[in-house]
T-cell receptor, first 113, second 112 residues
């Protein structure tokens, strides 16, 4: 089954404690991206990757890091989480180029206290 | 001006009516347009995509595209309470073909 898998689904953490949210896709997609979704602000792109070892900032990259060492994985790293990073996070993947849609992971609800 | 604009709603329609959701976009070079449905706390789910001017029908859903007016719409016929959700319009960037730009979404409420 084609899917994008995120882990964990829910996470409560404390300010400053480094965390990683994993994302994996099994569709051999070149393009992967991370979004955060907040009430009234919609889906905002954090980082994206066009292919292995190629990453770039989206619209709201501050406080986040990513890496793309393998095609299937695109982890999101919060080195020192802060309460304003409390949000619902989605990973998405798609084929690069062409009129293709994005497949979304199930989401990770992060709370930073 | 936002890149993709939608009325946040809520749009309330009675069961069985036609719901009309609208979206405008600023990137004149965009070629691909998508509608996602999102239930509260869930991930966006693709329901329609359209690439050419005109109408595209799939079951109870019709997407309409007018590139000259930079306007996309989604019609839902015979609306059901299960259609109650937030509908996200997304436009593929013409400069970064991997990037989707989302509107804020329109909340639809279908009342029995």
């Amino acid at each position: 089954e084609a899917q994008v898998t995120q882990n964990p689904r829910y996470l409560i953490t404390v300010t400053g404690k480094k965390l990683t949210v994993t994302c994996s896709q099994n569709m051999n997609h070149e393009y992967m991206s991370w979004y955060r979704q907040d009430p009234g602000l919609g889906l905002r792109q954090i980082y994206y990757s066009m292919n292995v070892e190629v990453t770039d900032k989206g619209d709201v990259p501050e406080g986040y890091k990513v890496s793309r060492k393998e095609k299937r994985n695109f982890p999101l790293i919060l080195e020192s989480p802060s309460p304003n990073q409390t949000s619902l996070y989605f990973c998405a993947s798609s084929h690069r180029g062409g009129p293709t849609e994005a497949f979304f992971g199930q989401g990770t609800r992060l709370t930073v206290v | 001006q936002k890149e993709v604009e939608q009325n946040s709603g809520p749009l309330s329609v009675p069961e069985g009516a036609i719901a009309s959701l609208n979206c405008t976009y600023s990137d004149r070079g965009s070629q691909s347009f998508f509608w996602y449905r999102q239930y509260s706390g869930k991930s966006p789910e693709l329901i329609m995509f359209i690439y050419s001017n005109g109408d595209k029908e799939d079951g109870r859903f019709t997407a309409q595209l007018n590139k000259a007016s930079q306007y996309v719409s989604l019609l839902i016929r015979d609306s059901q309470p299960s259609d109650s959700a937030t509908y996200l319009c997304a436009v593929k960037s013409s400069s970064n073909t991997g990037k989707l730009i989302f509107g804020q979404g329109t909340t639809l409420q279908v009342k029995p």
